[in-house]
């Protein structure tokens, strides 16, 4: 994950220059840099819950033997 952050940051970031261009594809990249931070932001939290999740299950594990 934090390997792809650096990507997806870059990503923004190209876009973003674009932007401040005037690129005739200005407002879509907007929308589709919205959506990949928004995407992003989900599967950190996905994440997140998953580890959290698991490590209820491993105290569980270790309670019960």
């Known amino acids: 994950m934090d390997n792809h952050e650096q990507w997806i940051q870059r990503i923004c970031d190209n876009g973003r220059k674009l932007i401040e ?27 997140e819950e998953r580890r959290r999740r698991l490590a209820e299950a491993e105290r569980a594990h270790q309670y019960l033997y």
């Not at 261009?21 to 950190?44: P, S, V």
């Open 21 to 47: 261009e005037g690129h005739e594809n200005a407002r879509e990249f907007e929308l589709k840099i919205n959506e990949l931070l928004n995407a992003w932001t989900e599967l950190k939290d996905a994440v």
